[in-house]
Nanobody, 119 residues
Framework: QVQLVESGGGLVQAGGSLRLSCAAYGSIFSINSINATGWHRQAPGKQRELVAATKSGASIIYADFVKGRFTISRDNAKNTVYLQMNSLKPVDTAVYYC??????????WGQGIQVTVSS
């Protein structure tokens, strides 16, 4: 199992940008076992929802509400996944979680990082 550590959150005005990072730590075997990585978010009083995900760095999916504004990317050399968030809106305010799924199905989550967008 890997440990995921998010960084890059904070407070930004509407229309601004933030880049979240998610660094994976663990054994070489566990790192190499990651088959898919993604970002989810949870706003107060709401369920956690998928924001973006990438599988083996190839296929990428985005939630409709972030298409054209957010970009997920991976740097395999740094074992890090990024979420570039542009044109942020107050509705994007949430705790953002990084997620990694191993090829055998086990899932790891980061501790979450707060993103607050002021109007």
């Amino acid at each position: 199992q890997v440990q995921l550590v998010e960084s890059g959150g904070g407070l930004v005005q509407a229309g601004g940008s933030l880049r979240l990072s998610c660094a994976a730590y663990g054994s070489i075997f566990s790192i190499n076992s990651i088959n898919a990585t993604g970002w989810h978010r949870q706003a107060p009083g709401k369920q956690r929802e998928l924001v973006a995900a990438t599988k083996s760095g190839a296929s990428i999916i985005y939630a409709d509400f972030v298409k054209g504004r957010f970009t997920i990317s991976r740097d395999n050399a740094k074992n890090t996944v990024y979420l570039q968030m542009n044109s942020l809106k107050p509705v994007d305010t949430a705790v953002y979680y990084c997620n990694a799924i191993a090829r055998w199905g086990s899932s790891s989550w980061g501790q979450g990082i707060q993103v607050t967008v002021s109007s």
